[in-house]
């Protein structure tokens, strides 16, 4: 069963406008999220996180809001640029089910910015 | 400071032969993981290790996988016997104890003919 979902395949938006990344998840026992980038033939970079007991955390251009009673969360992304353009992974984690710290990850949504 | 690397960053191998990817964390880093991405696909767990120990092996997919840890920090994950089916990016990843965020290497993409 996919505990992490990211229904968006893909998404396109224009330089300067606002992305929007989705992610929705059916565990409610994760505590912690997580926002990767991915670019080709790289390995993902951390972007931002969030811990349950928040419902956002801003880090420059990158917001992340989560929705625990919807079990969802978001990423904006404002004002976009062109070398925003990659793959976003969302990636959750829970400290009740398993101290390991692993991953979750959803399958990832292509974001493309076009000048 | 360094990131995580990983060697090699392309392995093509032939059906049945035995493979090694190596990884090297992050100094200092005491937890350390393996994933896999198959084509199109999000990022799979495979092992965890929490210094040499791997207390969480429960995404390796077979017996044909192994993975082994030394002196805390250089690891190894071993296929035996190569499958088309194992075709992927093998990715690791480290994490500074008593911290959430997991830093990953650039990934070992195999291609099993």
């Known amino acids: 069963d996919q505990q992490v979902k990211q229904n968006s395949p893909s998404l396109s938006v224009q330089e300067g406008r606002i992305s929007i990344l989705n992610c929705d998840y059916t565990?409610?026992?994760?505590?912690?999220f997580l926002w990767y980038k991915k670019y080709p033939a790289e390995g993902p970079t951390f972007l931002i996180s969030i811990s349950s007991i928040k419902d956002k955390n801003e880090d420059g251009r990158f917001t992340v809001f989560l929705n625990k009673s919807a079990k969802h969360l978001s990423l904006h992304i404002v004002p976009s640029q062109p070398g925003d353009s990659a793959v976003y992974f969302c990636?959750?984690?829970?400290?009740?089910?398993?101290?390991?710290?692993?991953?979750?990850f959803g399958q990832g949504t292509t974001l493309q910015v076009k000048p | 400071g360094a990131g995580v690397s990983q060697s090699p960053s392309n392995k093509v191998t032939e059906k049945g032969k035995d493979v090694e990817l190596r990884c090297d964390p992050i100094?200092?880093?005491?937890?350390l993981y393996w994933y896999r991405q198959s084509l199109g696909q999000g990022l799979e767990f495979l092992i965890y290790f929490q210094g040499n120990s791997a207390p969480d092996k429960s995404g390796l997919p077979s017996d044909r996988f192994s993975a082994e840890r030394t002196g805390g920090s250089v690891s190894t994950l071993t296929i035996q016997r190569t499958q088309q089916e194992d075709s992927a990016v093998y990715l690791c990843?480290?994490?500074?104890?008593?911290?959430?965020?997991?830093?990953f290497g650039p990934g070992t993409r195999l291609l099993v003919l």
């Open positions: 100094s200092g880093h005491t937890a």
């Open positions: 565990n409610s026992m994760f505590d912690y």
């Open positions: 990843a480290s994490r500074l104890r008593a911290t959430e965020t997991q830093y």
């Open positions: 990636a959750a984690s829970s400290a009740y089910t398993s101290n390991t710290g692993k991953l979750i």
